[in-house]
């Protein structure tokens, strides 16, 4: 494979090509014939398969994962021993095991979970054994009783070291349950593997442990509720519970293809009784809902009645009192439109404003504070695409700026919203693909200040001077050129200031080619910067002196997986702020990426 290959194999695995997002349907007919587009897209997953080409390390990778996956396999049939006996055939004579469940490390109780987290360097000296069956039956010893154990393993590093060995850097995580008793192991592995006869069939020489992560919980942290919660709405099945995939093809494309689900929700008490309700944006054609909460904590669905039940494709929503008359405002990007619908006082919404950008391509996140401190609540309006996902392309792809200008909308009620983004200085940098933006005074100097979370490239945080505003994002080491697509602000350490997280794509493809020595040879900042993008999630902690320190491998947060909006949340009641980071894409037949 040649470098230009290389670089396009890169896209392909890092970025997610739209090749690989397409479902089967949207193919033309097999006579019918192919756009250049079509005929682009055909010729670049023609350079999927390692085993067509030269890219050896990839070649290593197939074949050393495929025999990850049998060997998940047999360990996910449980760890008593007798189903562990048929692991020895993965393993060269004389194979040199680290413990993989090592004795030590800290120990803290969070809640119903006990967490044991243990580094190579923490854990106590142990002589390797050459026994694999010994070896996993004590790793997966915990998950005894457990009616079914879960175990995969994610690839994400190849390197030859020598003529007939190679070694992987490998996730490794289990998950089993028995009764009120749940377990999970997260470990990273280093393997070294040995190539045999068979090139299709290497065997594992030796196992070094890096970290290992065991918790332990006495009982579920979270009840499933969905069905009680919505049981009066007649259509929640029918609209709610289908993927993203099911509504493409069924319904117009007036908006972005269904399937994507960049949609948005809004929490907030719309009618006022104490109880907060739930606003849930949906795809081109399918009705917005409104779930409005009864004192049982079921819901009764009401859009329609309280005339938000809106068919056009919405993203960003927010729930805030844009008018400052005490109740909760509905703020919508509905395509190229901002409606702003104003709450009567009881639950039941009326069009109050209408905003459109002046250019054509959608809005997609909102976020909301009052910037210029005047007393009531201005927006901020995120854009991604020129025209829709999968046909404006970014370039270049780790640093784009081809995307369509993000919008500060001033409120400058009762005479309206004014667009505002140059005046104030939030035209500097305001050209890439936009995903997430969130408010929070980072400096504490009275304002609030604004990170904007782009995909493809570098962040922005544009600083807060008095209503004027200055992209500081590099001096103050926070630009986190990834694949960003969430934020948010909080004191995860509890020293009085607002630190920041960064939701990005963990690809253990783009990490396994990026970081070959071959993939963009002579070209070393571009080389960084496209390992950069593939790296994970990132957790910048405030210095408290305008600048913020990446954190994020001491904290153990990189490996979100395909990582959307995340947010901190104290879900063990202790005062610390915790993290959900909900990920996924779309895949159809090709899961490896994920």
């Avoid at 025999?67 to 360990?75: C, H, V, Y």
């Avoid at 905003?355 to 009531?376: E, I, K, Q, V, W």
């Amino acid at each position: 494979m040649n470098r230009s290959r290389s670089h396009a194999l890169a896209l392909t695995f890092a970025m997610g090509s739209l090749a690989l997002a397409l479902p089967p349907r949207c193919w033309p007919q097999e006579n019918a014939p192919r756009t250049a587009r079509q005929q682009e897209i055909e010729e670049l997953m023609g350079k999927n398969s390692p085993l067509d080409d030269d890219w050896e390390t990839e070649i290593l990778y197939k074949h050393a994962d495929h025999e990850l996956k049998e060997l998940a396999g047999i360990l996910a049939q449980r760890g008593d021993g007798s189903a562990l006996s048929d692991v020895s055939r993965f393993f060269a004579d004389s194979s040199a095991l680290a413990p993989l469940r090592p004795e030590g490390g800290e120990v803290r109780t969070v809640g119903k979970f006990s967490i044991r987290r243990c580094g190579a360097a923490e854990a106590p000296e142990e002589a390797t054994a050459t026994d694999p069956a010994a070896v996993f039956a004590r790793l997966l010893a915990p998950f005894e009783g457990a009616a079914q154990v879960s175990v995969a393993f994610k690839l994400y590093r190849v390197e030859r070291h020598a003529p007939g060995r190679f070694n992987t850097t490998v996730l490794y995580q289990a998950f089993g349950a028995a009764s009120e008793r749940r377990v999970q192991q997260t470990a990273r592995w280093r393997i070294e593997w040995k190539e045999t006869d068979d090139p299709d069939r290497p065997l594992i020489a030796g196992i070094d442990l890096v970290h290992f992560d065991e918790i332990e919980s006495r009982g579920p942290q979270f009840t499933e509720c969905t069905g009680a919660v919505f049981a009066d709405d007649a259509l929640f099945a029918d609209l709610m519970l289908r993927g993203g995939d099911y509504w493409f093809g069924r319904s117009d494309a007036l908006g972005e293809w269904n399937y994507l689900g960049h949609n948005g929700l809004a929490v907030g008490d719309v009618n006022g009784d104490g109880l907060d309700d739930l606003y849930v944006a949906t795809g081109t054609g399918i009705p917005n809902r409104l779930y409005v909460q009864n004192p049982d904590g079921t819901t009764t669905e009401r859009a329609l009645e309280a005339g938000v039940a809106w068919l056009d494709d919405t993203k960003g929503v927010l729930l805030l009192d844009h008018d400052n008359d005490g109740d909760q405002d509905l703020v919508c990007a509905m395509g190229s439109l901002i409606v702003i619908s104003a709450n009567d006082g009881t639950g039941t919404f009326a069009p109050a404003h209408m905003l459109r950008a002046a250019t054509p391509p959608n809005f997609y996140s909102l976020a909301a504070a009052d910037y210029d401190l005047d007393g009531d609540l201005d927006i901020y309006a995120c854009r991604y695409v020129k025209t829709r996902y999968g046909e404006s392309l970014p370039d270049p792809f780790h640093d784009a700026r081809n995307g369509p200008p993000n919008h500060l909308l001033r409120n400058d009620l009762p005479a309206g919203f004014m667009d505002v983004t140059a005046e104030v200085g939030l035209d500097a940098n305001n050209d890439r693909f936009s995903l997430a933006a969130s408010w929070a005074d980072y400096d504490a100097d009275g304002d609030p200040d604004l990170y904007v979370a782009n995909d493809f490239g570098r962040n922005n945080l544009y600083r807060n001077d008095g209503g004027k505003f200055v992209d500081v994002a590099a001096a103050a080491q926070a630009e986190d050129q990834a694949a960003g697509m969430g934020v948010s602000w909080e004191d995860f350490d509890l020293d009085g200031d607002f630190d920041l997280l960064v939701s990005n794509m963990f690809s253990g493809a783009g990490q396994r080619i990026a970081y070959q020595p071959r993939f963009k040879a002579g070209a070393e900042a571009e080389r960084q910067e496209i390992q950069r993008h593939s790296l994970g999630n990132t957790l910048l902690r405030n210095n408290g002196d305008g600048t913020f320190a990446d954190v994020s491998d001491d904290a153990g947060i990189r490996m979100g997986r395909w990582a959307f909006g995340a947010v901190f949340a104290d879900f063990g009641n202790d005062g610390w702020p915790d993290m959900v980071v909900p990920n996924g894409f779309l895949t159809n037949e090709l899961k490896d990426d994920l």
